[in-house]
């Protein structure tokens, strides 16, 4: 499996995207990271925090000094500028999440639903009851 050949965003190295967190989608275009160490530089802003993160949860603008201040939902970066902030994201993100996961199981519910009902009739089909061998009368009393 070839990596695709990038440039880090921080410093500037070419190499191979390879993982996951090497690759983040920003506003109109992607960054890289050669490594753990050049993303959180970009997370928090290079050194000495020169440049401000805007809190996704109260606006506020701050320069974050913790990774734990930022946190991914749906593989965007979000920022978070306190404990609260970041709970609430978590929240709102567990929140997307959970709906989703609820609409992708009712879906595969009605679709189980029909593979049943489905399913129930071709078994009970007289003919491929008999190329069974003989399970005709079970499958008759399945039903
Ligand atoms: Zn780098
Ligand atoms: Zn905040």
Same mark, same amino acid.
């Given at each position: 499996?070839?990596?695709?050949?990038?440039? =880090?965003?921080?410093?500037?190295?070419?190499?191979?995207? /390879?993982?996951?967190?090497?690759?983040?989608?920003?506003?109109?275009?992607?960054?890289?990271?050669?490594? /753990?160490?050049?993303?959180?530089?970009? +997370?928090?802003?290079?050194?000495?925090?020169?440049?401000?993160?805007? =809190?996704?949860?109260?606006?506020? @603008?701050?320069?974050?000094?913790?990774?734990? /201040?930022?946190?991914?939902?749906?593989?965007?970066?979000?920022?978070?500028?306190?404990?609260?902030?970041?709970? +609430?994201?978590?929240?709102?993100?567990?929140?997307? *999440?959970?709906?989703?996961?609820?609409?992708?199981?009712?879906?595969? *519910?009605?679709?189980? *639903?029909?593979?049943?009902?489905?399913?129930?009739?071709?078994?009970?089909?007289?003919?491929?009851?008999?190329?069974?061998?003989? @399970?005709?009368? *079970?499958?008759?009393?399945?039903?």
């Amino acid at each position: 499996m070839g990596g695709i050949s990038e440039t =880090c965003s921080v410093c500037g190295t070419g190499f191979e995207v /390879q993982f996951r967190y090497q690759m983040e989608e920003k506003d109109g275009g992607f960054s890289f990271f050669c490594s /753990q160490k050049c993303l959180e530089k970009s +997370q928090l802003g290079g050194d000495g925090g020169a440049s401000l993160a805007t =809190c996704d949860a109260c606006a506020k @603008r701050f320069s974050p000094q913790l990774v734990s /201040q930022v946190l991914y939902v749906a593989g965007r970066r979000n920022y978070a500028c306190s404990l609260e902030c970041r709970a +609430q994201l978590v929240r709102e993100a567990k929140g997307v *999440r959970l709906g989703d996961i609820a609409a992708a199981a009712s879906a595969a *519910r009605a679709r189980l *639903r029909e593979d049943r009902a489905a399913g129930r009739g071709a078994a009970c089909d007289p003919p491929r009851c008999a190329v069974r061998g003989g @399970r005709g009368p *079970r499958c008759r009393g399945d039903g």
